[in-house]
């Protein structure tokens, strides 16, 4: 054996050694009374895995309750049907104007709001005229000049379908969204959402 190849196997088995010993630092059990790791073993910690992120077992539970939400608000808006149309009425008993009978829907929910259509207009987050986008208890605004002024207020209850006090039909009525255009119906200008959502907060309005 020739003096170059000794030192190579010397140099070999230094080397072998010397990560067998790194390797038993690393996978060592500190003693009893020890309350740290071995710093080798703190060193390789974040090398680890990531576990995977924590159930959220409230998520279901909050979907349920936007969904009883959501039946209230229908409930509560359709139960007003055939109430008769009253300029400035704000009850049940006395009739209801458009945006008498949208406060009186929200304060049933405890959401207080403005009296008049153009002031409840300027609340809440403001929605696009996507149907799909819309949720139960959602504020449909109406004009009929082209500055898109708010003279009537709806609410949304579902499948394309608001609640409304007409004042062409003398009372509170149930409507659709695509009802063929007429000079007594006033054009949808927009939406807005008064009652907050879980997932409001990846929404962006444009009314």
């Known amino acids: 054996m020739t003096s170059a190849t000794a030192t190579s196997l010397r140099r070999l088995s230094r080397a072998r050694c010397i990560g067998a010993g790194v390797l038993a630092l690393v996978v060592a059990v500190p003693s009893?009374?020890?309350?740290?790791?071995?710093?080798?073993?703190?060193?390789?910690?974040?090398?680890?895995?990531?576990?995977?992120?924590?159930?959220?077992?409230?998520?279901?539970?909050?979907?349920?309750?936007?969904?009883?939400?959501?039946?209230?608000?229908v409930s509560v808006v359709r139960s007003q049907i055939g109430t008769r149309y009253v300029h400035g009425g704000t009850?049940?008993?006395?009739?209801?104007?458009?945006?008498?009978?949208?406060?009186?829907?929200?304060?049933?929910?405890?959401?207080?709001?403005?009296?008049?259509?153009?002031?409840?207009?300027?609340?809440?987050?403001?929605?696009?005229?996507?149907?799909?986008?819309?949720?139960?208890?959602?504020?449909?605004?109406?004009?009929?000049?082209?500055?898109?002024?708010?003279?009537?207020?709806?609410?949304?209850?579902?499948?394309?379908?608001?609640?409304?006090?007409?004042?062409?039909?003398?009372q509170v009525i149930e409507s659709a969204l695509d009802r063929p255009a007429s000079p007594l119906i006033k054009k949808w200008r927009g939406s807005r959402r008064v009652v907050a959502r879980a997932a409001d907060s990846a929404l962006r309005g444009d009314s």
């Open 91 to 170: 009850s049940p008993k006395s009739g209801f104007d458009c945006s008498g009978l949208v406060k009186y829907v929200m304060g049933a929910l405890h959401v207080a709001l403005p009296r008049t259509a153009a002031q409840q207009a300027g609340m809440g987050l403001a929605l696009g005229r996507d149907t799909t986008q819309l949720r139960p208890g959602d504020l449909l605004t109406f004009s009929r000049t082209r500055d898109g002024s708010v003279s009537h207020i709806g609410i949304y209850i579902g499948n394309g379908r608001y609640v409304h006090a007409s004042s062409v039909a003398g």
């Open 32 to 73: 009893a009374g020890s309350q740290q790791p071995h710093p080798m073993v703190a060193a390789v910690a974040p090398l680890t895995l990531p576990r995977s992120a924590p159930p959220k077992p409230f998520a279901k539970f909050s979907e349920s309750m936007e969904s009883l939400r959501d039946s209230i608000v």
